[in-house]
């Protein structure tokens, strides 16, 4: 029955036994207010408690992410499992409806933290005078790495870029959260430059250093800065990143320095190979040409003041492992021969003008270095014999350890008969 339909029918009630006085006393009042009213209203009470409740209303969409993000609502959640807490979802808009459901006190509890913990939220611009800084804030990892640092220790706190290039935007719980946030974000991020070595080629090597370094962004929560005009890499990002990233960008720039080293080959060289060398190392490493560019490596013959020869290799520190093989096979291609030619008066022909012609002649067209040593005898003679003859000219017949019959003669060419 409700309550006013009852306390009506209450008025009309007659009870001469009761007030038989007329006006009720204080205490009769009291008496028949136990009787009648306290049931009634513990009823009411009661099935007000035990009724399904509602409470629903729009927030900033930012402000319920955020408290998603530190974990609020996993909290509220499993601090009060029976109220229902949902966020309703708006097209185009910058608010979303966040509903509770629930019944008695636990619905109240829950609705009283709720209310409390969205009044205490602050925000706080942090202005950056270089643009660099926002840059790294906005990018997705830096802001992952943060995310999990402040989560780490324990800070209530999101940290993003803002809608300008200077501004970063600090939403926290309350005030205390608001200032260990920002006291860890000026610890957190970093600007570092390193310097590229003078001997590095910037601008032939200009692709290699771009690859390398957008492969290191990649893999680290960084942002970097780099032109080939300039001797600086500038780094902006988590600060241990930004530590670890020096480091590797030190000891791939001192592996991309323009260094100089000598040919070390399995093989000693005679003289004779050397003097070979000196005449023709320009043309015999052109066939080599190709894989000494793609190593980006150059080759070249020097004579110390010594007398003796070297082959140098300028290029990269990684280059000359391979530039070093490369030269080790162009030796091996380089034979050397002796051969013994036995002949009187042969010595005499190479020691004349036209034999010295000659010899120059074939060495250069067949890319060959010919040495011409004299000998004191002929060891390899076997029979030796001489005799007159009646034409008036003498003949000498040479036998040779080959087999080789020789015959020399030695007279005037009018006397030779044409037979």
Known sequence: MPLKGFLSKLGRRKSPGLFSSGLPSHDECKEEHKKIFRPTLDTLVRKFATKRRLFDQNYPLNILAFLEDIGFFKELRSTYPNVELSIDMQDNSLNAKLCLKGRGE??????NKLFWKLGE??????????RR????????????????VLTLKNIRAQV????????VIITA????????????????????TVSIPEDVDRHSESGNIKKFLTKQEGSLPIKIYFHPSNVLVQIVG?????TKAISTFRQFFESMRIKRQFFIGNRKLTPDVWTFLEMHFDEIKKAKEEKFLNLKVSVKLEKQPSGNHQISMTGTEESFPACNNILEE??????????LIEFPGLQKLFDAQIGKHELERIGKNCKVYIKVQPSAAIPRSATVSSHSTQSGYERYNITTKEGVQLSCKIGRIENEKVS
């Open 330 to 339: 162009l030796i091996m291609e380089i034979t050397q021969k002796d051969e």
């Open 121 to 130: 939220i602050t925000k706080s611009a942090l202005p950056f005078d270089d």
């Open 173 to 192: 719980m309350n005030n205390i959260e608001l200032r260990k946030a920002k006291d860890l974000l000026l610890d957190l991020i970093e600007i570092k």
């Open 106 to 111: 636990e619905f109240d509890a829950a609705c």
């Open 238 to 242: 988590v600060a241990e990143a930004v």
């Open 133 to 148: 800084i926002w840059d790294a804030i906005a990018d997705t990892r830096v802001q992952e790495h943060i995310k999990s």
């Open 160 to 167: 993003c870029a803002g809608d300008t290039g200077n501004l």
